[in-house]
């Protein structure tokens, strides 16, 4: 059974940030592109960043504040926010994706509130 189990979420400042964690068991996440992706209140989900081998690609709204990184060892990608803004206020969910294989965790919530 496949599992991504996110964590790290909760309430920030603005212009604070978070590191987010998601644990895979029953895969080896080397093996699947990871990405992050996030549901703002009233909102469709939007693509935030994707890694698969040495590749990174984010999506506009990431580049120069969040970093993506993984922990092979640990099964572990992780995704450090910097320089949080009110419009990041979302619940973040992890994805493992390898061809018609589409996994998904159940989401960490992140408020970015003064």
């Known amino acids: 059974q496949v599992q991504l189990v996110e964590s790290g979420g909760g309430v920030v400042q603005p212009g604070g940030s978070l590191r987010l964690s998601c644990v895979a068991s029953?895969?080896?996440?080397?093996?699947?592109?990871m990405g992050w992706y996030r549901q703002a209140p009233g909102k469709q989900r939007e693509f935030v960043v994707v890694?698969?081998?040495?590749?990174?690609n984010y999506a506009d709204s990431a580049k120069g504040r969040f970093t993506i990184s993984r922990d092979d060892a640990k099964n572990t990608v992780y995704l450090q926010m910097n320089s949080l803004k009110s419009k990041d206020t979302a619940v973040y969910y992890c994805?493992?994706?390898?061809?018609?294989?589409?996994?998904w965790g159940q989401g960490t919530q992140v408020i970015v509130s003064a």
């Open positions: 029953g895969i080896s996440a080397m093996d699947y592109a």
């Open positions: 890694t698969r081998g040495g590749m990174m």
């Open positions: 994805n493992a994706h390898r061809d018609s294989d589409d996994f």
